[in-house]
């Protein structure tokens, strides 16, 4: 009882048992992905016996390893295709809306305000039907498969990219840009030459999440797939990770957490040196600010 | 003489504006709105039992209510109330499970972690960065029956054989959705604690409170808001979540509202019910969201007033 009563005043006297839960909860977290990611160099087809290392399931299986499975590549280079034109698309559309939005005022604006916020606390799930819908009752033109889950990528990750540069916005200003006409310069010019330099980091951060959210996504393409060959890798893993597949699966995995994290740790990197450039803080809050 | 500086907002620039949000503003009614009342059409359309294509009716007066209502007789005292009320009691159990745990490491990383602080940050960022999928993947290996948690299960003599984990058993589906959830949890959680000014907590501990009262009585109120967002955060999706329990369970038994969407409008040839589902978890979240939104309305009043 004493020590109950102890616990209730000091509940974070010594943070010793902070520090456990903290620690354990973070291996927990992590050690599950590196042994899948460990099973993907295994000797043998289990996928829960470790049977010694080698690289069969990547390279040189004559017939399953990732590089010879013609059903295990076509989900990669579709998951990157959708993932890089997605990128593509996604983030001018949502750089421009972004600025439009705050600094176009009347009551347009503020219905296109709403509307942009409501993609990010719709349920993957209520969008994916909706496209699905969509697709096969009224726009039948385009057809189920990978342009129907470009479009539905691209949906689903404009106002991601407004809601990051939207803060930026806010932290820059607008008086850069009236010094700029103040020096003669018209809107547009100021817009392209003052304002979307130093938007660049937002920008950067935008594509960087763009990437990752669409490389991830499983349920719209999911939803939007017509047959096996629109498969992405998330899709893949889904369809057959729980019946007989073999590590190659796995490798496939792995190769898709490598892209991911290279890419990451490259714009953890670049962020880092913008923003020292600019004086601001480091690579961490940096990292924060791309997942949040 | 320069011209005047502040604000200088023509009805050219307007236009410009005005031009910039435009694609994307159309984008978002052409592929978010419309699709959404594509989703209504669907469910107050006309019935054709046997035939797998939607038929929708896009004209609100012709709207037939009647496969709506037969799902909403299902819902409130037929077979899918209990899938209802499964979903309800996976997402509490998670999310007071994501609480429990979620608090303290928040806690830790926001107000105690020193020299740590930056490993800790990136670690828990990191499952952001790994495919969810992945991350199930990986508890599917596990969970085998020859897979690492059974042998260690074995090992401390907690389980005589090995027990079959990955064909319908409810304790799966909710470490999964922990699992698969968490990061969502910690990390807007984090944020609220850290941006929580610390002269309060020394003011507090100035005027005589101890350690736990300045806990109890200054942070865990200010808290309280970034607890709420979080949990929102983290419930809107998981009331639509299929996969996760699709892939660690995969049984009737453990079914959520997600995977009988997906099995009426992908595995069977009712678009309708589909649809139909869809708009009640829809008034389901908004009812939800509504809640959050008075609450913390209410909240910024109270400090306001205080």
Known sequence: MTRLRRLWRDPWGRPRWLVLITWLYLAWSIVPVVIAVQFSFNKGKSKSVWQGFSMRWYTTDPRQSVLHDPSLHSALTNSLKLAALTMLIATPLGVALAVGLARWRSRASSGAQGLMLFPLITPEIVMGVSLFLVFTSLYRTISLGFWAQLLGHVTFNISAVVIIVRGRLLAIGTQYEEAARDLGATRLQALVHVLVPNLMPAIFASVMVVFATSIDDFVISSYLSANAGDQTVPMKIYSTGRAASTPALNALASIMLVFTLVAVAAAAVVLRTLRHRGGGEGGSAALVTLST | ?306
């Open chain 2, 1 to 306: 003489m320069g011209r005047r500086s502040t604000p200088r907002t023509t009805h050219r620039d307007q236009g410009l504006w005005a031009a910039l949000a435009l694609p994307g503003t159309a984008w978002l009614l052409v592929l978010f709105v419309v699709p959404f009342y594509a989703v209504i059409a669907v469910a107050f359309g006309r019935p054709r039992p046997g035939e797998r294509a939607a038929r929708p009716i896009w004209n609100p007066l012709r709207w037939q209510a009647t496969a709506f209502t037969s799902v909403l007789h299902r819902v409130f005292g037929g077979a899918l109330g209990q899938v209802f009320v499964r979903t309800f009691s996976y997402v509490v159990i998670t999310i007071v499970l994501c609480f429990l745990i979620g608090y303290p490491v928040a806690y830790y990383a926001a107000r105690k972690a020193k020299r740590s602080r930056g490993l800790v940050l990136l670690l828990l960022v990191l499952p952001f960065w790994i495919s969810y999928l992945m991350r199930m993947l990986a508890w599917v290996n596990l969970l085998q029956r020859d897979g690492y948690v059974n042998r260690f299960l074995q090992w401390i003599h907690l389980l005589g054989s090995p027990r079959n984990w990955l064909t319908g058993d409810p304790i799966t589906v909710v470490l999964g959705l922990v699992y698969g959830y968490i990061p969502f949890f910690i990390l807007p959680l984090y944020a609220a604690l850290e941006r929580i000014d610390g002269r309060y907590l020394e003011a507090a501990r100035d005027l005589g409170a101890g350690p736990g009262a300045a806990f109890w009585k200054v942070t865990w109120p200010l808290s309280r808001q970034g607890c709420l967002a979080a949990g929102v955060i983290t419930v809107l999706p998981m009331f639509g979540d299929y996969y996760t329990n699709g892939y660690l369970s995969g049984s009737p038994k453990t079914e959520m509202i997600g995977n009988q969407i997906t099995f009426y409008l992908q595995g069977s040839s009712q678009p309708q019910t589909g649809a139909s589902l869809v708009l009640v978890l829809s008034a389901l979240l908004v009812v939800l969201m509504g809640y959050y939104l008075v609450s913390t309305s209410r909240a910024a009043r109270s400090m306001v007033a205080k």
